[in-house]
């Protein structure tokens, strides 16, 4: 069992940056790989990025790359998304998610979700 924090969201000028924290609780978060989910309003959850279990291994959404970059501190269980030159069409609620073994672009595939945190973006 995991469980899932998100923080770090908030207000910024398009071409600012957030950086946002994803906090686990419970045993093994360095077996999980994760991902960063966003939802805006009225549109479905999309993939933003993914870390493998290691770290080693990424992967971005291409509206995302160049831009957002995930990491992870296993010592901390914690995962980042640092958010640089934001836009206005990042505004969404994001959260972080967990998975057992591979990371994915899949909603799916994950089984912990954090409970999301705002990010808005004004022009």
């Known amino acids: 069992q995991v469980q899932l924090v998100e923080s770090g969201g908030g207000l910024v000028q398009a071409g600012g940056s957030l950086r946002l924290a994803c906090a686990a609780s419970?045993?093994?978060?360095?077996?999980?790989?994760v991902g960063w989910f966003r939802q805006a309003p009225g549109k479905e959850r999309e993939f933003v990025a993914a870390?493998?279990?290691?770290?080693?291994?990424?992967d971005y959404a291409d509206s995302v790359k160049g831009r957002f970059t995930i990491s992870r501190d296993n010592a901390e269980n914690t995962v980042y998304l640092q958010m640089n030159y934001l836009k206005p069409e990042d505004t969404a609620v994001y959260f972080c998610?967990?998975?057992?073994?591979?990371?994915?672009?899949?909603?799916?595939?994950?089984?912990?979700w954090g409970q999301g945190t705002q990010v808005t973006v004004s022009s």
């Open positions: 998610a967990a998975t057992w073994g591979i990371y994915s672009k899949t909603i799916s595939r994950y089984t912990y």
């Open positions: 419970g045993r093994s978060f360095s077996t999980y790989a």
């Open positions: 870390i493998s279990v290691s770290g080693r291994g990424t």
